[in-house]
């Protein structure tokens, strides 16, 4: 479960730049449930993942995942608590180039001290399940937006965690790859994981996977669209 | 556990060594240049180390004590009835007279060191110095036999013909024969030496009968030096006795003194190196910025990314100091110091031929270990710390 309880977030404040990012938002989000939010460029929906997906802490307010309350932990717990429990999807995948397919699935397991042969293992099976083992030893540069896209996945699941957090996952993806996408976060949600994904795109949030769409504008939570 | 945090470490080296491959060109360069630094302190090292041994090899044929006379503070000539004052002092094996002086040779502008010797003897060994015997070919009357360094067959032109001519003070010439050659392996001091019999030595520099530069004791206990030494002090009123521990010395202390020097002056270079290596730790790139928040986006700590540069520079540091150690080894072995050599024995007219012959002590691994690979790694860490702080949503 994740519980948001008026959080805010401010960037650089008291200065003369400073963004209220984030204002009074609350937020209740059960296990397994696949919650869409849609809004805007800069209405908050980043900063709001951000947050679910322990990158940083909010200003103010409480923010319980699984209930344990990450509000006031430092970075390194912060840390801690993201590897085993989030799996986070970038808007620009946010591979690192130069390395293969395989190498890039499976940075998150090296400093956990996961040995080589048990990396390849989890990393092969979740290739072979996003149809992507064809490509495990391509480098990033060499392969197509789609498998750009499903290499990401991969590397949010190698962990196992139970929450995913996708931050406009299908902005750079045609109307086919996008369906792709959704029909492998369907498959996510029918193992069980929890779901959010922050998306402009109406397609993400009219799809069959999604149980709950949210809408934000200038920091704020509306009004469910349906 | 254990076995956990192991596979940690390997993993993040495993990792590192691929950072280390993507970002190549920038990596060679830094490698190149620590390489050339550590290159030039080891050869620094080598060479001196090999002189070091050279001067003990040679100085082990140095007499235990040598006394001289003073006169208003310069050095003046030495009686042989001054032998018979000192030969009563107890643990005094031998005593033998000697002349020692510099000629110099206006042909050439070179300066050779002369030895007369009162046991010279053109078909025997001088004790504790090889020499290659070339018979006694050219002996007749009124020529006298003498042993050279090697560059005084250069010098002399004394690769074809055997004998050769030097001025007495009085313009006269005073012919010799060549019945030896100092080895190569004792360059270092006998290179300018020209070894000859005692009446010969003050013939060709017009000494009076009598006369002598130096007196020459051999004492039967090594530990009872300093004592005969004091003795024969006090005996000889106006003398200057001087013990093999500090003609070592001195040699030590003239091949320390350029060693130093050079040290001295790398240490600047050094220096500079480890700005450099500030300056490339600390200027991330965008495309790394970039790579560290992807890494603490998907679960790294600020500590596993400072690992990940430290073991880079680990790696880089051994590398470029495994290989400045063998390019130095090389450098000494193969091409005998060639760049160092002239810096370490001075630019004198007449340059030893000595073959270096280098020795490796683990205190000068050790020590350029020190001097190089720590600062390096020292260097790194603070721009390792602060390059890894970039926050995980920056790439959100």
């Known amino acids: ?226 | 556990m254990l076995l956990g945090n192991v596979n940690r470490h390997l993993n993040i080296l495993d990792y590192a060594l691929g950072s280390l491959w993507r970002n190549r060109f920038k990596n060679c360069g830094v490698l190149l240049v620590f390489s050339l630094v550590i290159f030039i302190i080891a050869s620094f090292r080598l060479v001196t180390s090999s002189l070091d041994n050279s001067a003990e090899q040679v100085l082990s044929s140095v007499p235990d004590i040598t006394v001289q006379k003073m006169t208003a503070g310069r050095q003046d000539v030495v009686q042989r009835i001054d032998i018979a004052e000192i030969a009563g002092i107890f643990g005094i094996s031998e005593i033998k007279p000697r002349i020692w002086g510099y000629y110099f040779d206006e042909l050439n502008g070179a300066n050779y060191t002369v030895i007369g010797d009162a046991a010279f003897d053109a078909r025997e060994q001088l004790p504790g110095l090889a020499i290659d015997y070339r018979g006694t070919y050219g002996e007749r009357a009124g020529v006298s036999p003498v042993v050279v360094g090697q560059s005084i067959i250069t010098s002399k032109n004394l690769v074809v013909r055997n004998s050769f001519s030097l001025f007495r003070p009085d313009l006269s010439l005073k012919s010799f024969y060549l019945s030896g050659v100092f080895a190569e392996t004792t360059s270092l001091v006998t290179s300018d030496l020209i070894v000859m019999g005692i009446e010969d030595a003050a013939d060709l520099f017009g000494l009076a009968d009598g006369e002598l530069t130096d007196i020459i004791v051999s004492v039967a206990n090594p530990t009872e030096i300093d004592t005969v030494a004091r003795k024969i002090s006090e005996r000889i009123v106006g003398s200057r006795v001087i013990t093999k521990q500090q003609i070592r010395k001195t040699y030590r202390a003239a091949f320390g003194w350029r060693s130093g020097f050079g040290l001295a002056c790398l240490l600047g270079s050094i220096a500079a190196f480890i700005i450099f290596a500030w300056d490339k730790a600390s200027g991330l790139s965008e495309e790394q910025r970039r790579e560290v928040a992807i890494l603490k986006a998907v679960g790294w700590q600020t500590t596993d990314v400072m690992s990940v540069r430290f073991w880079e520079s680990v790696v880089i540091s051994i590398l470029a100091y495994v290989l400045g150690y063998l390019m130095a080894s090389a450098h000494v072995l193969v091409f005998d110091g060639l760049l160092l050599k002239p810096v370490l024995l001075g630019w004198s007219v007449l340059n030893p031929p000595l073959s270096l012959l280098p020795v490796f002590h683990l205190s000068d691994l050790l020590l350029i270990f020190s001097i190089s690979v720590l600062p390096y790694l020292a260097a790194t860490i603070m721009p390792a710390w602060r390059s890894a702080l970039v926050r995980p949503d920056s790439i959100v």
């Open chain 1, 1 to 226: 479960m994740i519980t948001l309880e008026s959080v805010h977030k401010w960037y650089n404040r008291g200065a003369p730049n400073a963004v209220h990012a984030l204002d009074d938002i609350s937020l209740f989000v059960q296990d397994n449930e696949a919650v869409c939010i849609q809004g805007p460029s800069g209405s908050g929906k980043s900063t709001l993942l951000s947050i679910i997906g322990c990158l940083f802490a909010p200003t103010s307010g409480t923010a319980i995942i699984h209930g344990k309350p990450l509000s006031r932990l430092p970075d390194r717990f912060l840390t801690l608590y993201r590897r085993e429990t989030i799996g986070f999807i970038f808007q620009r995948f946010h591979l690192i180039p130069g390395l293969s397919v395989i190498a890039n699935i499976t940075i998150p397991l090296l400093p956990l001290g996961v040995s080589l042969s048990e990396r390849r293992h989890r990393a092969e099976r979740l290739l072979e399940r996003l149809a992507l083992s064809h490509r495990k030893d391509f480098d990033i540069a060499h392969i197509s937006g789609g498998e750009l896209q499903r290499a990401a996945i991969a590397r949010a699941l190698i962990n196992e965690p139970p929450i995913i957090v996708a931050d406009e996952p299908t902005a750079h993806l045609d109307e086919q790859l996008s369906n792709d996408f959704m029909s492998i976060i369907a498959e996510l949600k029918a193992d069980g994981k929890t779901i959010l994904i922050a998306s402009h795109d109406p397609l993400v949030g009219k799809h069959v996977a999604i149980d709950r769409c949210l809408s934000m504008r200038g920091g704020r939570l509306t009004e469910p669209e349906r």
